[in-house]
């Protein structure tokens, strides 16, 4: 077997921790797998081509900017920080759990598209967290603010991720059943929707107690 | 018959009102760049593979060289954004909800009803196709209700892609490396690499291996799409369930759930730990990552046990 091509992924691994443009990474990594792998530039660049072609529905999303920019002009962000403000008992433990179990649970409804970075993280997950977070700690330096906004982002995929799976009519459940069946294991959606459950539910208690802890770390008085 | 096709056609316009706008902010790399990707999207299914190559290497070698920079277009000062904030009150969130309110009431609405009869809708991608449509509805409808400026929606945006950058298509690219990842076969080497680091009977270790190249492939891949059938066809059928007896809705739910485990550590999923870092304007582009170590990791150990637990354990 040749196992030349790996080197690509080797390339892919240094480039991102040596912190270079990651598009710049990305393509000499496809190039060089390719050539490693017997095919000439042309056909590479023509694979590459094809494949970023057919993957433009991906880029679409980005037509949400316009509608969350103009929101935000009119104080979208300030809005999301008042309403927790007014909140009394809230703290950003309590709001990244309930939003966290609010994603998982509208994820296995096949809700998939309420929340997502650009439309709901930004705008309104991540003040409100700050906002919350600053109303029990007071004003945070800049590492905690960063923290609170990447624990933000993190709690919606963890949310999504282990949510989606519990609904059967979805991509990654198809993709297993039609793997199982080529190989003779016919099986239901249904069937392996219901074993995203025990995941789920790990996922839950061990994220939720994760917002928890540092919510309770943020309190912590530094020397 | 609505189709991506026309999706495609709304994206290009916008990428190209940015590259126009930059162009007029004299950001000469910014207008190539937006202007090359609205190029792609309006023309990119009528061009050859190599035209469409040649795109590729035009949009990373304007993002490799430093063109593209943060822009900042006139915008409402902080103070400004709180007197406005207090007097719209929470009527703010509702355009904000136009556009998830329309995909998935208007999914299921479409699936539910004869509606999908009238094939309105290219089949299967009704959802993205509403999303579109969700955002139009939700610009309208904030235009006529804050009446700003005209420019002021293009502009907002432009500052919002421009903050996000090269960030913006580098999904789409990874998408692309993994067509050619796997047009040169690598799943099938680190497959065959993964069967080979099989201890000899024992099962716990055949599933802890399994869901370690779960986990690994889908980091290298930044996506368990592409781990899944290679792990499956490596270890999961032929030993977990055909030697070892294991039941296969199990090991096939929780072996993909131990790869999005790898998902949330790797740069290369990027549109979930990259982009989000550049939306929020973090300084560390790996933040979000470091936050979600210290769940995966755990998580992952939840899912071998409920493998062995489940699919062995229990069902023998």
């Known amino acids: 077997m040749n196992y030349w091509p790996l080197l690509g992924i080797a390339l892919v691994v240094i480039g991102f921790a040596l912190r270079f443009n990651p598009l710049l990474v990305v393509v000499t990594a496809a190039v060089a797998t390719g050539l490693l792998a017997g095919f000439d530039f042309v056909a590479v660049v023509e694979a590459l081509g094809k494949a970023f072609n057919d993957n433009r529905y991906i880029s679409v999303t980005w037509i949400i900017l316009p509608v969350i920019g103009l929101l935000e002009r009119h104080g979208l962000q300030q809005r999301a920080r008042a309403l927790i403000e007014s909140v009394r008992g809230a703290t950003m433990g309590k709001l990244l759990t309930i939003y966290l179990l609010f994603r998982q649970i509208t994820a296995a409804l096949g809700m998939k598209d309420i929340g997502g970075h650009p439309q709901a993280v930004r705008p309104l997950v991540a003040p409100m967290a700050e906002a919350a977070a600053e109303k029990s700690h007071g004003k945070l330096d800049e590492g905690d603010r960063e923290k609170v906004l990447a624990m933000s982002a993190a709690t919606d995929n963890v949310g999504l991720f282990f949510g989606e799976d519990i609904f059967f009519a979805i991509a990654s459940i198809l993709l297993i059943q039609g793997v199982f069946e080529s190989s003779g294991y016919p099986l239901t959606p249904l069937e392996l929707s219901v074993w995203a459950i025990p995941t789920a539910i790990c996922a839950f208690f061990i994220h939720s107690w994760r917002i928890r802890a540092l919510d309770r770390r943020l309190g912590r008085v530094r020397p | ?316």
Not at chain 2, 1 to 8: F, N, P
Not at chain 2, 45 to 52: C, I
Not at chain 2, 193 to 203: H, N
Request: aromatic share 10%; proline share 5%.
């Open chain 2, 1 to 316: 018959m609505i189709t991506y096709e026309w999706l495609y056609w709304l994206a290009g316009a916008f990428f190209a009102v940015w590259a126009i706008l930059s162009l007029r902010d004299q950001r000469s790399g910014n207008a190539a760049f937006w202007g090359i990707l609205s190029g792609s999207f309006f023309l990119g299914s009528h061009l050859s593979d190599l035209a469409n190559g040649i795109l590729v290497l035009a949009l990373v070698g304007i993002a490799g060289l430093g063109g593209l920079n943060r822009s900042d277009p006139a915008t409402t000062t902080l103070q400004e954004r709180e007197t406005l904030s207090s007097k719209l009150g929470s009527k703010l969130f509702f355009p904000a909800l136009i556009v998830p309110v329309t995909a998935v009431a208007g999914t299921l609405l479409y699936n539910y009803t004869p509606l999908s009869e009238t094939g309105l809708f290219e089949a299967r991608r009704e959802t993205l196709i509403l999303f579109g449509i969700g955002v139009v509805i939700a610009l309208v409808a904030a235009m006529v209700w804050l009446k700003p400026p005209v420019l002021a929606p293009a502009e907002e945006g432009r500052r919002l892609i421009d903050s996000i950058g090269w960030a913006a298509i580098l999904p789409q690219m990874l998408a692309a490396l993994g067509a050619v990842f796997a047009l040169a076969g690598v799943g099938d080497i680190i497959g065959g690499l993964a069967g080979s680091a099989i201890p000899e009977g024992s099962v716990f270790l055949t599933v802890v291996v399994f869901a370690l190249g779960m986990a690994l492939f889908t980091m290298i891949m930044g996506n368990a799409f592409a781990a899944f059938p290679v792990m499956a066809a490596a270890i999961g059928i032929p030993l977990l369930v055909e030697t070892y007896g294991g039941n296969p809705a199990v090991i096939g739910a929780v072996g993909m759930l131990a790869g999005f485990c790898g998902t949330l550590l790797t740069p290369m999923a990027a549109n979930f730990n990259i982009v989000p870092a550049a939306l929020l304007e973090l300084k560390d582009q790996n933040a979000v990552i470091r936050q979600q170590v210290g769940t995966a990791v755990p998580l992952w150990v939840c899912n071998v046990v409920i493998v062995y637990v489940g699919a062995f354990l229990l069902w023998n």
